[in-house]
């Protein structure tokens, strides 16, 4: 079955510590995008990429790195330096054909908390 | 001013009535809109997409688009109690250099 898989699902990480969150998907989508979900709050972008080896930053970057060496795969750092990192992340793909058509599939999600 | 804007809510409505959420966006160059329903702790899945001015129906749900006054809606008719959750706006267009942008979400409550 075609789809996008994020893991881990749940991840702790100590002050101070990078941790990388992983996302594929096998639906051969041309963009990938990390969102950002605080309790209560929407989505917010924090990076996309539409090509194998480009991405750009989102509204919320600061703090966090990503890659994307294969089309199949957009993983997430969260490094040190974003200081208040507890959070559900979301990672999405869509296909870019121009028309407009571009529904997002998630993945399941990963909740980060900080101990 | 946020680029898509919602009612946070919570908006609730009683068991069979008409549910209606809206949506604005700040970028008339938006070319595709999308409501998907978050229940919590979940990832959000899309109920409809439209592209075009005027109403799309499927089902219990409708969508209303109006570029003119860059709003968009989403009607839920008959709610059901499993309708409970939180439901995002999403826009699309060239002009957001094609990123998926959100808004904060609309938390619904249906009462039965």
């Known amino acids: 079955d075609g789809g996008i898989t994020q893991s881990p699902k749940y991840l702790f990480r100590k002050e101070g510590q990078n941790v990388t969150l992983s996302c594929e998907q096998n639906?051969?989508?041309?963009?990938m995008y990390w969102y950002r979900q605080d309790p209560g709050q929407g989505l917010r972008l924090i990076y996309y990429?539409?090509?194998?080896?480009?991405?750009q930053k989102g509204d919320i970057a600061e703090g966090y790195s990503v890659s994307r060496e294969k089309k199949e795969s957009f993983p997430l750092t969260v490094t040190s330096a974003q200081k208040n990192p507890t959070a559900f992340y979301l990672c999405?793909?869509?296909?870019?054909?121009?028309?407009?058509?571009?529904?997002?599939?998630f993945g399941q999600g990963t909740r980060l908390t900080v101990v | 001013q946020k680029e898509v804007e919602q009612n946070s809510g919570p908006l609730s409505v009683p068991e069979g009535a008409i549910a209606s959420l809206n949506c604005t966006y700040s970028?008339?160059?938006?070319?595709?809109f999308f409501w998907y329903r978050q229940y919590s702790g979940k990832s959000p899945e899309l109920i409809m997409f439209?592209?075009?001015?005027g109403d799309k129906e499927d089902g219990r749900f409708t969508a209303q688009l109006n570029k003119a006054s860059q709003y968009v809606s989403l009607l839920i008719r008959d709610s059901q109690p499993s309708d409970s959750a939180t439901y995002l706006c999403a826009v699309n267009g060239d002009n957001q250099g094609g990123k998926l942008i959100f808004g904060q979400g609309t938390e619904l409550s249906v009462k039965p």
């Open positions: 639906l051969n989508h041309d963009a």
């Open positions: 990429s539409q090509i194998v080896n480009d991405f």
């Open positions: 970028d008339r160059g938006s070319q595709s």
């Open positions: 999405a793909s869509t296909i870019l054909n121009g028309g407009g058509d571009t529904e997002a599939f």
């Open positions: 439209i592209y075009s001015n």
